[in-house]
Nanobody, 124 residues
């Protein structure tokens, strides 16, 4: 079993920044790839960013490249999503997920544990 708890969401004006955190427990976090996904009202869940077990390889969906940065601290069992230059279209519930593998993936089926989500709202 893996428990994932996200935090750091909130309301921010367009152009602002937020940092999301995802605290993990229950599995050897340092050997697990991680991902961030988001779901806006009326839309399907979409990938945002992924990171390998070591943190040396990351990937991003095109819409957030250059604005978001995913990182991890294996000593703290925590993965982060730094979000800068936020736009109203970034408004969504953000979820972190633990991969079945040592690497992350843009495919949700690669993940077997999900957090409860944290709301991010960007006002114009």
């Amino acid at each position: 079993q893996v428990q994932l708890v996200e935090s750091g969401g909130g309301l921010v004006q367009a152009g602002g920044s937020l940092r999301l955190s995802c605290a993990a427990s229950g599995r050897t976090f340092s050997s697990t790839g991680m991902g961030w996904f988001r779901q806006a009202p009326g839309k399907e869940r979409e990938p945002v960013a992924t990171i390998t077990w070591s943190g040396d390889t990351t990937s991003y969906v095109d819409s957030v490249k250059g604005r978001f940065t995913v990182s991890r601290d294996n000593a703290k069992n925590t993965v982060y999503l730094q979000m800068n230059s936020l736009k109203p279209e970034d408004t969504a519930v953000y979820y972190c997920a633990a991969s079945k593998y040592a690497w992350g993936s843009m495919n949700p089926s690669a993940y077997d544990y999900w957090g409860q989500g944290t709301q991010v709202t960007v006002s114009s």
